[in-house]
């Protein structure tokens, strides 16, 4: 008579398949956002590498000399910081250096610029203007 042959599945169903394509995409689109937001990071850390002991200088020259001027010798390129100025705006609070990103930095900051401005009258830095977006400054920029 008619037997019936149990036959056992082996492997995933088509939707099975696309179900998990569809999950592995999702997660690596938030991912690669959140490792590009982490690379922009890390290159806007490079401008406050290389400002912090130019800081210190340019503050004891203010001080001993009343210049503001970046001494010779000083870095002030990096390998995403195309340049580093100073400029003296006038006043107590009208020094500053502007650092400005390198075009091949991550699209999110390139050609953008960070401001350090030092109040000569409290002795205090900030760093929290230009055009970087705050989400990708240190801590004590935003």
């Known amino acids: 008579m008619f037997r019936f042959v149990k036959k056992n599945k082996n492997g995933f169903t088509l939707i099975e398949l696309m ?10 689109a938030i991912a690669i ?4 937001d982490y690379v922009a990071k890390t290159q806007v850390a ?18 001993e000399s ?12 990096g390998k995403y910081v195309a340049t580093i100025v100073a400029k003296s705006e ?5 020094y500053t250096l ?4 390198l075009p091949k930095a991550s699209a999110k900051i390139a050609n953008k610029t960070m401001i350090f401005r ?22 004590i920029c935003r």
């Open 19 to 28: 179900i998990v394509a569809v999950v592995i995409g999702i997660l690596a």
């Open 33 to 36: 956002r959140a490792y590009s």
């Open 46 to 63: 490079e401008v406050m590498t290389l400002v912090g002991p130019l800081r210190e200088v340019m503050q004891a020259g203010l001080n």
């Open 66 to 77: 009343n210049e503001w001027v970046i001494p010779s010798g000083a870095v002030t390129q």
């Open 90 to 94: 006038g006043g107590p609070s009208g």
């Open 98 to 101: 502007i650092a400005t990103i």
């Open 118 to 139: 030092f109040d000569n009258a409290t002795g205090v830095w900030s760093c929290n203007e230009g055009t970087i977006e705050p989400k990708f400054r240190a801590g």
